[in-house]
């Protein structure tokens, strides 16, 4: 029985992809959402339990895993534009199906499950940034507060931006919209990668980019409050050394236990506050 407590959130996601899988495999009638579903949910899975089994590198093996695929193969072979102005372009056409699926399950209602899991294990753009050398922010030497910049509104102009993009495409009648969707998807990742190496050189901080100019974070905000799994301090154990807010990219007050703590929702579920309490009192 310890066991199997142990490594819960482990099974726990698999089964949860899992169920995604086989009912959109049924409901659609297209095995490829069987593969596809399943194929995520398994490195999920074994990410959590590499980082049950403290293995260093296990959230690293996730990103690249799934990162990877959808950047690459469904991306850059199938031409599906995973970004945001996929998502618009599929809600236009009015079909539920790939870049829909993608954002229902991973960024809509999925955040009610995992928050931003989707940030800290996912992202293909992240995937690239976490592998530069300012691994968490700079913090004012008198505070002891992380330096966050007020750059937040760019995230809505960037969201606003695919938006009228798109719906542009659709007003106009401009022909060929699924190749100008294939095209949009190479540049628009060329300048996100760009932009992010960019803003973690001049902030000293690999995740600015998702704290500033991602506009997916409006669409996890919205969900991932109400989180189920999420990173719990049991205040009894904890001794306030705050080397759980000081190692946390996203600075969220990780020792606040209440949903409405300081960057409540822009946890990514990276686990390093965990790694780094010394008492054992943070836990998923």
Known sequence: MKTLKKYSSSMIMFAIFETIA??????LDNIFYLFNFS???????LGLFLF?????HARLVVQLGVGMYMLVYLGIICQENMQIEGF?????LGVFEAATIHYVVAKIFGPLVF???WCGFACWTAMILDLLPFKQPEHDQATGDARRKRYGWIRYVVFSVALLFVGALFVFQVPDKEHIMFVSFLVGNVIYYAVGITLAFVFHDNRAFCKYICPITIFLKLTSRFAWMRVRVNQDQCVSCGKCKKICPMEVDV????RKRHNATECILCMKCIDACPKGALKL
């Open 115 to 117: 928050g931003r899991g």
């Open 88 to 92: 618009w372009y599929y809600l236009f």
């Open 255 to 258: 020792q606040d236990p209440s």
């Open 39 to 45: 194929y995520i949910g398994i490195f999920l899975a």
């Open 22 to 27: 086989v009912t959109l495999w049924l409901s």
């Open 52 to 56: 049950t089994r403290k293995y260093k």
